[in-house]
């Protein structure tokens, strides 16, 4: 081993959020493991995990409509908004945990509660938010939610959104005051800083150009460093890439099987954000409407208040857009070098099956300011043009595979961790329901690549993430404990004590 060749027990690819809750669970696991991260950029937290290129919600399926689906027969589901809802409470455990060790301080400098709600207007939208309502409601993990379709009421809840409306039409909205805004940039950072301080090797500006496995089963990565182009070789018994839109490149160098016929299709978003704080003032909640027809989910329109840097904001979209680039900072190659005679046929397929996707795109990346500003008036009647930045936010990356259920070239809207057969290396692909869910998600990828651990580790895991392994929906107990916990430690108590009581019905129960 030459002296710029290093070995190392685990390499994380990219300083996003993944990499960061992977690398803060295996300190907490096996503190004496070696880590080392490469970043290509020069910070933690500046591609799709940064403040300002997400929307920093805690996706707990409170508020998005997209989670809950009208079956044939009318009936609701909530299955899915019930796993999203479980995902979101082990997020917030090991936050909980963390602040109560020490690891993290400020908690509300990352997290803070807001009401989650959800407007539409039109009799068929009312009467779905209605069902939804009456399917979730009874559910202690959906306990609190109010709904009406009195415009009055409404009035009271989002002042800056019923001013101004003149439509005839019916509307209705529900609110539940547990929600969250999460500020996924600070927390990356936050983490970042622990994972430093404990001893992980954290290498900036260094871009990972490719991987192999050596002949003692080991993986080599090699690195580029950006600023003196020096290339260098690190070797790892696990390596975890972590790098947002980049992960799918990487991954396709890894040859592993578990590679092959997945491609990408980047989705970019961009937001509207108010200048105006007298307006800003007027808005506390994140408001989500109801999908366009031909709409990809994760395009929903949402009106958001947002804490950054201790300052109240608003921001209005996601608008969807495209460019070839799979990462904000990444190349106008980036599409076409994704496509491999591997994959190429799956993505063929994915082209001709989502037309109404592309055309979807064209129409939005079309849109110019004054239009942009009508759909903006849907939510804000009367919203000024002058008050209101086009900010360009961070890129999506859908995977797109072959499935049973959707034949070739299936476009996937959630996450997907593809693993090597022996669990030496493991990549995170898609973005949805994203940063809220990371904790889990590494959770999923320690259970897949460390299977010879999970007796020894189990108890620590349930130190962290008290509901691991249970279902909270079954275990009011539990349930009770852990709002109790997470409530008083991130926060969330002072927060509902400057209101005089506390904001969860949770924990009113006596
Ligand atoms: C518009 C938009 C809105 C969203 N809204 C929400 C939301 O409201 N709530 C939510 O929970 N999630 C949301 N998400 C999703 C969420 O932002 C992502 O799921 C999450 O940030 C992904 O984290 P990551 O660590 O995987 O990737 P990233 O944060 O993108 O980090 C990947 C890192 O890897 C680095 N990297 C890439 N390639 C290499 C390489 N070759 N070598 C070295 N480093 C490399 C990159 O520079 C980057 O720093 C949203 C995403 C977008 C785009």
Redesign the pocket.
Known sequence: MTSNETKTDVIL????????TLGTLLKELVPDWEISV????GK???????EW???????AALCELNYTNEKPDGSIDISKAITINEQFQISMQFWSYLVNHKRLHHPQEFIRQLPHMSFVQGDQNVLFLKKRFEALSNNPLFQGMEFSDDPNRIKEWIPLIMEGRTSKDPIAATKIDTGTD?N?GAL?RRMFDYLTDTGVHVHYN????DMKRTSDGLWEVKVKNLESGAIESHTAKFVFI??????L??LQKTGIPESKHIGGFPVS?L?MVCNNPFVVEQHHAKVYGKAKVGAPP?SVPHLDTRYIDNKKSLLFG?FAGFTPKF?K?GSMFDLVTSIKPNNVLTMLAAGAKEMALTKYLIQQVMLNKDQRMEELREFIPKAKSEDWDLVV????VQVIKDTVEGGKGTLQFG?EVITAEDGSIAA?LG????????VQVMLEVIEKCFPQYRKEWESKIKEMVPSHGSSLMQNRELLRFIHHTTAKTLGFEDEGQENKKSKDPILQEV
């Not at 997400?54 to 996706?59: C, D």
């Not at 972590?242 to 992960?247: P, R, V, Y």
């Not at 973005?431 to 990371?438: E, K, L, M, N, Q």
């Open positions: 690819i990219g300083a996003g959020i993944m990499s960061a490469f970043e290509k950029l933690p937290g500046e591609e799709s995990s940064n290129n997400n929307a920093g919600t805690g996706h999460v996924f990356t260094q871009s990972v150009k972590g790098g947002g839109g980049g992960s490149h990487l978003g937001f994760m996601p990462l900072t936010a961070g890129q999506r996450t995170l973005a949805s329901p994203g940063a809220s869910t990371a």
